[in-house]
């Protein structure tokens, strides 16, 4: 969903309501950079977070400085029936949007229990799997110490085999708002030292493209679930690591057919040594439907990814 400009007023009193978070290095070029979380909603609870003709979303962009998009309404993360939320722009925008997101949903339960207890509910966040040790730590000692300084539960699930190319995991938290928000703050400020984490930034975060295939026949036949406004060609460039180029391509460029058969995009990458302006990038042009776009960007991010990820391990 797009940010759009929007006429509320910018209320500070919701993003004043969280203590503020611990105070960050003055060193630390991280609380500038741009980054992004990923969370799981269920329909419901994306409605309310839409609003009537957008506004409640448009509000929380203005009072936040973030941007916020949803995926579609039947564009769920595989395995779960939940729609997939992403928040991007600096630290302190993201925190500010998850609170005032968080604290909607929390609204919505209209939790009438004991008024003196706050509720504990669970947020699930998705992490790429090759950020996941991060938040780990040697012998689960980063995960250990977020959890005593949130006083949240903080539970990662195990990688999910079931889905071919998905290289994300859960990890939920469980807790007052309060709790998860320190959570998410300290969780965030670690992914944001991932170089690997803040270049995904870009990639497309619906999972529709890969596990959807009944809707992408690549006979054509998939075209009566396409929307029409979104036939006409558009074309976009992204940038691929060149030691990285290989797997997108694949032997003999069966990898590349494969893609742009899935997905009805045109995909062309550049000759070697024709780089993205000032980076070392190949350029990967992508070119068709919205739709088709996305789910090839989205692909080739995983190909990626899982590349970044073995080198690693």
Do not use: W
């Not at 957008?54 to 998009?69: C, D, K, L, P, V």
């Not at 889905?163 to 807790?175: A, E, I, K, W």
């Not at 170089?195 to 959807?212: D, E, G, K, L, M």
């Amino acid at each position: 969903m797009e940010s759009t400009e929007s006429s509320y007023v910018s209320s500070p009193e919701a993003a004043r309501k969280r203590s503020p978070p611990p105070p960050k290095s003055p060193t630390s070029e991280n609380t500038e950079k741009p980054t992004y979380i990923r969370f799981l909603v269920s329909n419901a609870a994306a409605g309310s977070v839409i609003g009537k003709g957008g506004s409640t979303i448009t509000e929380f962009q203005t009072n936040s400085g973030a941007r916020i998009q949803l995926s579609r309404n039947h564009e769920f993360f595989p395995g779960t029936s939940d729609r997939i939320i992403m928040v991007s722009g600096t630290i302190d925008d993201v925190l500010k949007a998850m609170e005032l997101i968080l604290a909607k949903l929390l609204n919505e339960l209209n939790i009438e229990d004991n008024d003196d207890v706050e509720p504990r509910t669970k947020v699930r966040l998705i992490v790429p799997n090759s950020s996941c040790g991060s938040i780990i730590g040697k012998g689960g000692a980063t995960i250990k110490s977020f959890i005593e300084d949130s006083q949240a539960g903080i539970k990662i699930s195990p990688q999910d085999n079931n889905f071919y190319g998905l290289n994300d995991r859960l990890v939920t938290l469980t807790g007052t708002l309060d709790e998860q928000m320190r959570a998410i703050d300290l969780i965030l400020s670690k992914l944001c030292e991932d170089p690997h984490y803040s270049q995904a930034i870009h990639a497309p975060f619906s999972y529709a493209a890969t596990y959807n295939s009944m809707s992408y026949a690549p006979t054509g036949a998939g075209g009566k679930f396409q929307n029409h406004k979104e036939d006409h060609s558009n074309s976009v460039t992204i940038g691929v690591s060149d030691e990285h180029i290989g797997l997108v391509l694949g032997r003999g460029g069966r990898n590349i057919m494969e893609i742009s058969q899935v997905s009805g995009a045109r995909i062309k990458i550049s000759d070697k040594g024709d780089f993205m302006s000032g980076t070392t990038d190949r350029k990967v042009t992508i070119t068709g439907s919205q739709r088709a776009i996305r789910q090839a960007e989205s692909m080739i991010m995983q190909k990626v990814a899982y590349a970044a990820e073995r080198v690693m391990d």
